[in-house]
């Protein structure tokens, strides 16, 4: 594994923003790609930016801009040029040929931060499949790299042939990683519904927004938190207590960023179907941020892409304990122009995520219907489940049948309504 602490690359970044990006927005990509070169291990030593009309079709920025950057790469001594827009295969060999560095884009290196993050079996499997459909249509590029290494002479036919064959080499590979993928897929698809009486709730948000903290403290589990950029690829469900009886089982997701290569995101299909699954989906945006509200628009766009529903979507201000009285103060205003219920959290507080847990248990509430339950005295494995499954209201004997009145979500009222020698009736309906 890469030591982060230890640089291994020196890095330009290269911006070439479109002519109506507002100077601020430019900063924070910009800063931003700093922080996922960063983490993948990398020293930034400088940072280019075009603005551009239109980018140039053969080398992505001008000829002009273009021999600035080799220029500044010689001087700074960089080993690696990011670009934060996408290039294409073509793109990216023509301006390693102009400048003699190696070139990757935004894409590319946020796919090496979840090769380096990747801890479990399955999200290896995933990041692999989507490195490997970023890869092959670049086979050639790298292949230029060998050729160059290897002098060129001779290199040209068994080159073109191996090229063949690492590509049939590849698709066999990308087809044999979705095969285990399916069954990974099949597989969560059966766990899912083994808990569907439960609440479901999925965390979702920015990468580093604080959603494993959340859940870590929700849950009292030992979850791996850290303070960078996809710190953790890979959902945790855990059961949460959240008072008065109620329970919801929280998922904690991958962390979204702004231009998520859609490669991670079909290939993270089976772990985000937690998402389309799941009651509630709760984005937690960093308070803290200065830029949140950008944050929030781009994981609001991968949850349209997704198909999420808006309705099931609540907004989880955290790390509110980062601001002062008169930061908060004005966070709660501009919160309020947001449609729907929205709660401010924090792991630092003792009650820090006590609106949460109350916001929680409104919401199960809400879901679930009242019902005047008739059993027989005699049948204990249905008042166990009762008081398991649901909210008693109250109870009261009458000879051999016990009457209780309870909360229970609508799936175990269907479920009861079909048993013998119980009586549900529903007290709306009553």
């Known amino acids: 594994m890469i030591d982060v602490e230890q640089p291994t690359e020196r890095v330009l970044l290269v911006g070439a923003p479109p002519l109506d990006r507002s100077q601020e927005l430019v900063d924070e990509h910009l800063a931003e790609l700093a922080r996922l070169a960063t983490t993948a291990g990398a020293a930034v030593v400088g940072a280019l930016v ?7 079709p053969a080398t992505y920025i001008g000829t002009g801009k273009l021999e600035e950057l080799a220029r500044m790469a010689r ?27 190696r070139v990757m884009d935004r894409t590319e290196l946020i796919l090496d931060i979840f090769a ?6 399955e999200a290896k499997l995933q990041v692999e499949l989507a490195q ?15 050729s160059r290494t290897a002098g060129g002479i001779g290199a040209r036919g068994p080159g ?15 087809a044999r990683l979705g095969g285990r993928l399916e069954e990974i897929a099949r597989s969560r698809d059966t766990q899912r519904k083994a808990r569907r009486t439960a609440f479901q709730v999925a965390l979702v948000g920015y990468t580093n927004a604080g959603k494993s903290s959340i859940l870590r403290s929700l849950s009292g589990s030992d979850l791996f938190v850290e303070d960078r950029l996809f710190a953790t690829l890979d959902s945790a469900t855990r059961a949460v207590q959240l008072g008065e009886g109620y329970e919801a089982l929280v998922t904690d997701t991958v962390g979204f960023i702004r231009k998520l290569p859609h490669h991670l995101v079909a290939s993270f299909r089976a ?6 699954e799941a009651d509630l989906l709760l984005h937690v945006i960093d308070a803290s941020a200065p ?25 989880v201000f955290h790390k509110v304990d980062r601001l002062g009285s008169t930061r908060r103060a004005a966070l709660r205003e501009r919160s309020a122009a947001f449609m729907g219920p929205h709660v401010m959290t924090t792991v630092e507080e003792a009650e820090g995520l006590e609106p949460l847990r109350a916001l929680l248990r409104q919401r199960i509430r809400a879901l679930r219907t009242t019902v005047r339950l008739v059993v027989p005295v005699a049948d204990g494995r249905m008042l166990a489940e009762a008081y398991r499954e649901g909210e008693v209201l109250s109870r009261e004997q009458n000879g051999t049948e016990i009457v209780l009145v309870a909360r229970v979500p609508e799936a175990v009222v269907g479920r009861w309504e079909g048993q013998e020698g119980v009586r549900v009736v529903r007290q709306d309906a009553a």
């Open 160 to 174: 073109e042939q191996q090229l063949e064959t690492d590509r049939r080499l590849i698709d066999r590979r990308i």
């Open 50 to 56: 075009q603005r551009l009309e239109a980018p140039h």
């Open 291 to 315: 830029n949140w509200e950008h944050q929030a628009q781009a994981v609001d766009e991968v949850l349209a892409d997704m198909g999420a529903d808006p309705a099931r979507v609540l907004l």
């Open 75 to 101: 001087e700074r001594g960089a080993t690696l040029i990011v670009f934060d827009e996408d290039l294409s295969p073509a793109q990216g060999s023509a301006i390693e040929e102009r400048i003699g560095v």
């Open 132 to 146: 490997l459909q970023y890869m092959r249509p670049r086979l050639k590029r790298m292949w230029t790299h060998l």
């Open 271 to 276: 772990t985000l179907e937690e998402v389309g």
């Open 116 to 121: 380096l993050r990747a801890r479990t079996a």
